[in-house]
């Protein structure tokens, strides 16, 4: 009968399992206390080997242990008959065990040889063990025989036969000569696993008269030797180059066979001249990589742990440069009998019923046989309660006293498998063999094993409670496993507890008690890093780490996983490790290792020192030539930082003694330059290499190396021709150096002339000059200029021709037909004509205009103010003119401007802007409030912009929620400064909204606020209010209340009753402490900051719309986004707030009650 799990949770705390019958054998326990009048069948315990080969030399000595309740009694038979011990007195079995001690000094070992079975039986039943072969190890020596000498020419194949005596077991062959030392083999030349040695073809080297083979009989550790073979190789008719063909196996396909489990050897030898080379491939499939070897160079195929999936055609080919040879070897895998499921001991109750099975495979398919207590099942008396179908024994209905040991034997022509399984018929009452009230420590997150072994008969059911509760738990974290250990997949701090484990069964009940803790982990929470330091500089690594406080922790540093070194540059604190002076020495891997008694957290990094490299050396100077030299040298030590490159520096002596120029550079990996030199120089070089920190030392100098003169080879650089005065031409140049003059004696040549003007070179030469003035030039006209270096060695190379410029003057007119477009109030185009290239006098930069306000449209006299200047560069012929000022008068002029200044400017140009909108009021004031009336004054724009045609006045109401009435709208002459508003509501605020206009439209929009008189009566019935004795009695009746309940609730929850504060909280939200608005968490105050919010219930205003313009305080200031204007219908859009009344404090405090006075103008 199967056993069942569960595993069940529930927040209480039980847990139940109830495990159920099995077929499955449950093995006796080997406690003493257990053991103590529990009956058991024999079981074997331990046996020698199948095949059993001894030394002649030592005793004898077969195993046979075995286990039982009573302890067994042990008999033998040998080959198939009893073997009576006692009456041979060479033969001696140990007490209480049935291991055989044969002494055969003295004695014959073949005596002895023979098969062996040992048989353990009690009253329960009969074991038996395998069939044990006895063998003696041989090592019969060689036959004698006379070799003759081999004769062979050169270039064909040999074979050396070994033929070894046949030995038990086999001997292992090597061949080797008179002085013990073995034969060299190659692919040429290699040893076969018969033991021959095969020559793919025969060199006159291979000619020796101590050809041997030798045989080891690994048992008995003796070695013995065949007749040397003498082996001649003629060469008077040598044998030709010929393609290969197989000397093992023969012919072109071959058959092999393998068991399953076992080592696959596949060989195959070719000769052929060249020595051809071997390859193998698997037709049916891919070799297996991971099982399989190439050994004998590629001759010899090795598979180990062969499967049946190894079964299938294996091609080797032998190929040389003349052709190729193959070779099929077909594999067929076959298996000894071995085991899928091997039968198992067997614990049932009376009445209860159980199976045995033996399920085995093999090839050929094994036959199985059964039996009882070591009889032939057909043999042993009839049982109706057992039915044997095949590989299956069935047993039903068991009685008492009918336990007994089963014997299964399955069998092929490769061997067999012997298994005994028991069946023991018990009724026992159920014990808990875990030891009582153990503790259990386990981490968090892990899972927690909790044992409670039982033994009984019929098998107990285990239960499991937690900390004594009774309601049963039926899902997870736990697991029950077969034997009653309850498993917590991932252990809590809440499953920290006591635990009861019941085992019963129908004939009784035990309990057991053990404890859980769950510890919190051990985490390294800062790891040390890798580092790289510098030699002398400081290393540290970090080792934080977080830890149960229950569990004692040890923190310890490794160093390439063993202790840190013995030395006081190591600092070790609570959480770090600091080593001081670093050396080469101190690189490595080092590791904090955190331990607990239950667990550990280890963490590591690597530490590279690391420093300048050493400076190379050896430098050599060879390939001398006249004006290049070869550069060697070695590079000196890395320090585990790579060279990145070589700087190859030189010291010229006879220009710049003392003084290292850079040279070339060459990459890290390189040891060698070619170094291009300049004539007329005394030479040194050294080297530096460079890596990540920085620059080695420089390496000694070379020897000198010198340089014949010679002509320039270079010309100076940067040549220009520019004249600094109108009449003038400037020639500079850039001098060579001391190393490009090549030679002594060093001048330059300066050679001009005008460009596009038939005249010759003028030419001037001088020397230590890097310029040369040419005086009477014409005013800015192109001229080519060249310069050439020469020495006492001749002249450098022809220079290049390069145009310069003579110098300038001053334009000598003004551009002509200025215009101007004007495009609106701000903005003008003007326009112009360019001058001729022959007044500007120099190169064209541009034209700067000039230009200024003289005075407003509205005034009659000039008001000039501060000149502006724009300067459009090349050659423009228009421009634009930006932040003008609506309706005033401008005038300008244009200048053309080139490198030496500014030329006249042109005629004074006049022109007017048109009109635009105002600017906005100048002031909006609110005078005069009473309950239903106020007076407003305003001032004219400060910027009219034009002739002002009135103005717009707009107002509504603000309520005290922030919402907006309806707008009114007025208009007014340009020359009114006031009105007054009459038929207001007393004790509302009002905004008002006021602008300019002109015929070009409404200027920027200017607010202000007010609010109207409170009526005197409604303040004096406020004030009452606040102050009349049944208000205040009221009051206090309330707080009397809410006291009362507190007390209530503080009493029932000292109590131990709950009372979910959070919840009713929730639920009922008290007014009084909600000082942000449901929606946007804002006060539920008037207020007119910048964080505007939406107004609620805006009317649509009688008449009017409110436009957006530019003003800072317009009404779209007072809306989020800028969208704050007026619908078709007069509605507006927008968002309205005023100030805030008091500080808020992040939202969280409650806001004051509402007095008598603000809860009346709430109704307003």
């Known amino acids: 009968m199967d056993r069942k799990r569960k595993w069940v949770l529930n927040s ?31 079981t074997i315990t331990h046996q020698s080997s199948k095949d059993f080969i001894i030394d002649p030399r030592e005793n004898i000595l077969i195993y046979c242990e075995a286990k039982g309740k009573p302890h067994p009694s042990f008999s033998w038979t040998r080959n198939g008959t009893h073997f009576d011990v006692e009456k041979d007195s060479k033969v001696l079995m140990k007490p209480s065990s049935g291991t055989l001690v044969i002494d055969i000094s003295g004695e014959k070992a073949e005596a002895y040889e023979g098969i062996y079975q040992c048989t353990a039986r009690n009253e329960h039943g009969t074991a038996v063990s395998n069939n044990i072969v006895i063998r003696q190890s041989r090592s019969p020596l060689w036959s004698k025989e006379r070799k003759e000498a081999i004769m062979v020419q050169v270039g ?11 030995g038990l077991p086999p001997p292992i062959i090597f061949w080797m000569d008179n002085n013990f030392q073995r034969l060299p083999q190659n692919t040429r030349v290699s040893q076969a696993l018969n033991g021959d040695l095969y020559f793919s073809n025969v060199l006159l080297d291979d000619t020796r008269n101590d050809y041997i083979c030798y045989a080891r009989f690994p048992h008995t550790q003796t070695i013995q030797q065949k007749q040397p073979i003498t082996v001649k190789v003629l060469d008077n008719s040598p044998s030709g180059e010929r393609r290969p063909s197989f000397m093992a196996p023969p012919g072109r396909s071959s058959t092999q066979m393998a068991l399953r489990g076992g080592v696959l050897e596949l060989e195959c030898i070719a000769e052929g001249l060249p020595t051809p080379e071997v390859s193998w491939y698997k037709e049916s499939g891919d070799l297996p990589s991971s099982r399989m070897s190439f050994h004998n160079f590629q001759k010899t195929l090795k598979i180990a742990d062969v499967m049946e999936a190894d079964a299938g055609d294996y091609r080797c080919t032998a190929k040389n440069s003349l052709g190729s040879a193959h070779h099929i070897i077909k594999v067929n895998v076959k298996a000894a009998p071995f085991w899928i499921s091997a039968p198992r001991n067997l614990i049932l109750a009376p009445k209860e019923t159980g199976i045995l099975t033996c399920r085995v495979s093999g090839d050929p398919k094994p036959q199985i046989a059964w039996s009882v207590n070591g009889v032939p099942i057909e043999d042993s008396p009839k049982d109706m309660s057992r039915k044997v179908e095949d590989d299956t024994v069935i047993l039903s209905d068991v009685q008492t006293g009918s336990s007994a040991v089963y014997q299964c034997n399955a069998s092929n022509e490769f061997g067999y498998l012997l298994a005994n399984a028991f069946v023991n018929v018990l009724a026992e009452a159920p014990r808990v063999l875990t030891p009582p009230n153990n503790v259990y420590q386990v981490i968090t997150n892990n899972p927690a094993f909790l044992d409670c072994a039982s033994f009984g008969s019929p098998i107990p059911t285990i239960t499991w ?40 069964n129908n004939l009784g009940t035990r309990e057991n008690h053990v404890y859980l803790e769950v510890k919190e982990p051990t985490r390294i929470l800062a790891q040390p890093e890798y580092m790289v330091v510098q030699r002398n500089r400081k290393a540290v690594f970090e080792c934080k780490v977080k ?57 590591s990094a690597m530490l590279t020192v690391v420093e300048e490299p050493d400076p190379p050396t050896d430098l050599e100077l060879t390939d001398q030539r006249e004006r290049s030299v070869q550069l060697t040298w070695i590079p000196g030590d890395e320090h585990n930082s790579p060279t990145q490159k070589f700087l190859v520096q030189y010291e010229d002596l006879l220009h710049q003694a003392g003084v290292w120029h850079n040279l070339t550079e060459e990459e890290g ?77 060093l001048q330059y040549k300066v050679n001009w002339r005008q460009k596009d003007v038939e ?54 007119s003004a551009p002509e037909s200025v215009q101007v477009l004007v495009q609106n109030g701000t903005l003008a185009e003007v326009h112009w004509e360019p001058v001729l290239t022959s007044v500007v006098r120099g190169r064209l930069q541009g034209y700067k205009v000039s230009y200024w306000r003289e005075r407003s449209l509205h005034q009659a006299e000039a008001q000039q103010e501060e000149q502006q200047v724009l300067a459009f560069s090349g050659n423009r012929t228009d421009g634009r003119l930006p932040g003008l000022k609506p309706y005033s008068l401008y005038t300008l002029n244009i200048r053309v401007v080139n490198g030496k200044g500014e030329g006249p400017p042109s005629p004074n140009h006049n ?75 007393y004790s509302t605020r009002y905004k008002f909204y006021f602008n300019a206009k002109t015929i070009k439209g409404s200027g920027p929009t200017i607010t202000e606020e007010a609010v109207t008189i409170m009526d005197e009566a409604m303040k004096s019935n406020q004030v009452d209010l606040a102050t009349q004795g049944w208000f205040i009695g009221l009051m206090c009746a309330i707080a009397l209340l809410i006291l009362v309940l507190l007390i209530i609730c503080f009493i029932k929850r000292n109590k131990g009753g ?89 939202g969280n405090e409650s806001s004051e009650a509402p007095s008598p006075v603000n809860a009346m103008n709430s109704f307003v």
């Open 547 to 603: 830890h149960d406080p229950t569990l004692i922790p040890t923190m310890n540093w490794l160093k390439d996983n063993g202790e840190l070194p013995d030395d006081e540059r190591f600092l070790v604190d609570t959480d770090s490790l600091t080593i001081n002076d670093v050396t080469e020495e101190d690189e490595g891997t080092y590791t904090c290792v955190m331990n607990t008694t239950l667990d550990q957290d280890s963490a």
């Open 465 to 504: 409670f937690k900390d004594s509760q009774t309601s049963i738990l039926n899902r997870d974290p736990y697991v029950i496993h077969n034997n009653g250990t309850l498993e917590i997949n991932v252990a809590q701090s809440l499953n920290s507890g006591k635990y009861t484990c019941i085992a019963s």
């Open 1058 to 1146: 709950k009372y979910p504060v959070k919840e009713k909280e929730d639920a009922h939200h008290d007014p009084e402490i909600q000082p942000m608005k449901d929606d946007d968490g804002t006060f539920g105050e008037y207020s007119d900051t910048e964080d505007h919010k939406p107004l609620k219930g805006s009317r649509t205003p009688s008449n009017g719309t409110v436009k957006r313009d530019d003003s800072d305080d317009s009404l779209v200031d007072y809306g989020e986004g800028g969208d704050g204007q007026f619908n078709e219908d007069g509605s507006f859009i927008g968002q309205y707030s005023g100030k805030k009344e008091k500080d808020t404090h992040e």
């Open 669 to 745: 990996t390189k040891t060698t330059a070619h170094l291009d030199l300049s004539p007329y120089a005394y030479y040194s070089f050294r080297v530096l290499a460079v890596n990540h920190v920085g620059y080695s030392r420089p390496s000694q100098p070379s020897r000198q190396y010198r340089t014949n003169p010679a002509a320039p080879d270079v010309n100076p650089t940067d040549v220009h021709g520019v004249g600094t005065e109108h009449n003038n031409l400037v020639i500079s140049w850039k001098e060579l150096t001391g190393l490009q003059s090549n030679g002594p004696g």
């Open 12 to 42: 209480g705390a039980l847990l139940v399992i109830f495990l159920g019958r099995m077929t499955t054998g449950l093995e006796v326990p080997l406690d003493p206390k257990v053991l103590e009048g529990l009956p058991q069948p024999p």
């Open 911 to 985: 022109f007017e802007t048109p009109e635009g909108v105002p600017g906005p009021p100048s002031f909006l004031r609110i005078k005069n409030t009473n309950m239903d009336s106020l007076t407003l004054e305003w001032g004219p724009p400060q910027d009219n912009n034009g002739r002002l045609t009135g103005y717009t006045l707009k107002y509504q109401p603000v309520n005290s929620s922030n919402e907006l009435g309806p707008v009114e709208e007025m208009m007014f002459p340009a020359n009114e400064t006031t009105v007054i508003l009459s038929d207001l509501k």
């Open 759 to 812: 005249e010759d070179w003028s030419s001037e030469t001088v020397a230590n000059a890097s310029k040369y003035v040419v005086s009477g030039t014409p005013t800015f006209v192109p001229y080519e200029v060249k310069v050439q270096a020469v020495n006492d060695y001749g002249n450098g190379p022809a220079p290049e021709a390069v145009e310069g410029y003579s110098g300038e003057d001053v334009p000598m």
């Open 156 to 166: 064909v194949s040999l074979v050396l036969q070994c033929r070894p005596p046949a």
